[in-house]
């Protein structure tokens, strides 16, 4: 069963950075594209970044942390990263891995991880 397992959030004052990983149970290359979305209490989850996992690697950002987030993978590692730098307060959300595979767009999410930005 495949498993997507996110590691790295916590409590970080503004201006500050997290690195958020994730890593699957198996290769990622059984995904075509994975990512972070992102749910602040009350809102609904939206989309942070995503790459797909091809030899090209096209990244998404959400107009929101276009030029402070990163999202890189690891293939040796089967992990995807999210660096997030100069964070604001309404950064704070609880953030989720997501994937979805190539063999049928079936779509997997971890279990999230929560980032708060505070003073």
């Known amino acids: 069963q495949v498993q997507l397992v996110e590691s790295g959030g916590g409590l970080v004052q503004p201006g500050g950075s997290l690195r958020l990983s994730c890593a699957a149970s198996?290769?990622?290359?059984?995904?075509?594209?994975m990512g972070w979305y992102r749910q602040a209490p009350g809102k609904e989850r939206v989309l942070v970044a995503t790459i797909t996992i091809t030899s090209r690697g096209w990244i998404n950002y959400a107009d929101s942390v276009k030029g402070r987030c990163t999202i890189s993978r690891d293939d040796a590692k089967n992990t995807v990263t999210l660096q997030m730098d100069s964070l604001r307060p309404e950064d704070t959300a609880v953030y989720y891995c997501?994937?979805?595979?190539?063999?049928?767009?079936?779509?997997?999410w971890g279990q999230g991880t929560q980032v708060t930005v505070s003073s």
């Open positions: 997501w994937g979805k595979r190539a063999i049928d767009n079936s779509q997997y």
């Open positions: 198996g290769s990622i290359f059984g995904f075509n594209t």
